[in-house]
């Protein structure tokens, strides 16, 4: 009886052993060059700013009377922060609320505005005193692209072209001389051009083939007035994987009359019952992480689609809505959507840029929701505080790869499982800039596990690397106004470089960035 428990016990020992070595193997990684890989664009890192709860009014603007220092209205320490985030791109003012923004509402002296109310967002009034000119001079101040997103549910094409026309024309027409007399000589020369938002839900609840042609419409008369064709016309694209929108969209639209087809997708624990934003369990990050990781099939899918009508690649997605979305924080208003801003957001961050870097062929342009005080949120504000979340950090640390060439890797991912289920551990996108500089960024979801991570670049030319990385102790980590750099990035010490290889071990959900020179 002793011996068979002896000889069952060192089985298992042994089974345990095999897969403790099994589980401490490294993950190799070959990262490619390829002259035929696309750039990563820098507007795959833009922003959206709606209106809605504490993003605008309160938020980024204050308004010039406001003992919070800031610049015609808007915070300077957002502004800092937004420079150094190296922001493309922004998108305003909607979401839901551009197909009720009527334009002309937002121009002129303040005091002369009417009232509106947010019927989407809260049902609170108003007064329209951040509009067209304040958002786009804070765009110049940024050096962020503006990305107007027009009305078109509840508009006509009249006032959608006069809007074009205000923003865009030199001088001589009758929106021209408006804008003049309201202070600003020179046009924005705005390039992007939202044709509506949602047109699925909220911005008509239409059908794809009823808003093909509405686009058609009013895409016919959109003009950047040069005779440039300057204009970048971006369609209401997928509500996540609604296929059929993607094919009547590309099959119905000429090709001269679009440049850009939208796609929404964000992700949660489960849409009916998202959960708290800090209080998760295991279980409710796992399911967040698989929502987010489909955003691989996602642009797979509706990419294949785009490639069908479009062989030459002139038409660019756009995913101008993605992030995360759970329960507004207790006490706050529900239709403010204000929630914290975790680890686990850090990881959903990490994941989604690695996807659009890795399909920079097609994806063009991306816009994290939203930038202040609203879901996943890179700024968190509360009267004369603010804070950097840990989203904002990956933002930054990201931001090496805008405007830099892909470069492909391959490798087998190690999982992370959790009761039957398994999701791939390790997320990777790498790129060369310019000036040869080899940057790649690697996240690691396991909850539990670190995985150390072997890189083969070959006959690249880098000398030495050093590396970023973004990590804490608790899955729920969150920073708050009492406690606002507990998640900050810090310098990664320990990278093994030889011979053209790297060596990293990542510990369980961190995100870290590593430069080569």
Not at 136 to 151: D, R, S, V
Request: aromatic content about 10%; overall charge negative; glycine content about 8%.
């Amino acid at each position: 009886m002793h011996m068979k428990i002896f000889n069952y016990s060192t089985v298992v020992l042994a089974l345990l052993c095999s897969v403790a070595i099994s589980a401490q193997e490294p993950v190799q990684v070959t990262v490619n060059e390829d002259a035929e890989a696309p750039m990563i664009s820098k507007h795959i890192y833009g922003h959206f700013s709606e209106h809605l709860g504490r993003c605008i009014y309160g938020g980024l603007y204050v308004g010039e009377e406001s003992m919070v220092p800031n610049t015609a209205g808007v915070r300077n320490d957002i502004i800092e922060a937004l420079k150094e985030l190296k922001i493309p791109n922004l998108r305003w003012p909607g979401g839901c609320f551009a197909d009720t923004y009527h334009w002309k509402d937002g121009v002129g002296p303040k005091s002369e505005r009417p009232t509106m109310i947010n019927r989407w967002w809260g049902g609170v009034t108003e007064d329209n005193s951040f509009g067209t000119h304040d958002f786009l001079n804070l765009c110049e101040t940024l050096g962020a692209e503006p990305y107007l997103a027009a009305n078109v549910g509840s508009s006509t094409v009249k006032e959608f072209t006069e809007y074009v026309e205000y923003v865009l024309h030199q001088g001589g027409s009758p929106m021209a001389e408006w804008r003049k007399e309201n202070g600003r000589e020179e046009p924005w020369n705005v390039k992007y051009w939202g044709v509506g938002n949602e047109m699925w839900g909220c911005g008509g609840n239409m059908t794809a083939e009823h808003y093909a042609n509405i686009y058609r419409q009013y895409a016919t008369f959109m003009t950047d007035w040069t005779n440039s064709d300057g204009i970048f016309r971006i369609a209401s694209g997928a509500n996540v994987d609604d296929y059929h929108w993607t094919e009547v969209l590309m099959r119905d639209i000429p090709k001269h009359l679009i440049e850009g087809v939208a796609l929404h997708s964000y992700s949660f624990v489960e849409w009916n019952e998202k959960g708290s934003s800090i209080d998760y369990s295991e279980e409710e990050y796992f399911s967040t992480m698989k929502t987010a990781l489909k955003m691989d099939t996602l642009v797979t899918k509706h990419s294949a689609i785009m490639d069908k009508y479009d062989p030459d690649n002139t038409i660019a997605l756009v995913v101008d809505e993605w992030g995360g979305w759970y329960d507004v924080m207790e006490g706050t208003n529900p239709g403010f959507l204000y929630q914290q801003n975790t680890m686990r957001d850090a990881m959903i961050a990490g994941i989604s840029l690695n996807i659009f870097n890795n399909h920079a062929r097609r994806v063009k342009m991306a816009n994290l929701a939203q930038t202040v005080n609203v879901l996943q949120a890179v700024v968190l504000t509360e009267d004369e505080k603010m804070l950097l979340t840990p989203t904002y950090h990956v933002m930054k640390m990201y931001n090496v790869h805008q405007d830099a060439q892909l470069l492909p890797v391959d490798f087998d991912s190690p999982t992370y499982g959790f009761e039957g289920e398994e999701l791939p551990a390790i997320s990777i996108s790498a790129s060369k800039t310019e000036a040869g500089e080899v940057n790649v960024s690697l996240v690691n979801i396991d909850a539990h596990k670190s995985h150390t991570v072997k890189l083969n670049l070959g006959d690249m030319d880098v000398k030495d690397f050093s590396g970023t990385i973004l990590s804490s102790d608790d899955l729920q980590d969150h920073n708050t106004f009492d406690e606002p750099e507990k998640i900050t990035p810090r310098e990664l010490k320990k990278i093994k470089f030889r011979k053209g290889m790297l060596e990293v071990e990542v510990p369980p959900f961190s995100v870290m960035v590593l430069t080569g020179k």
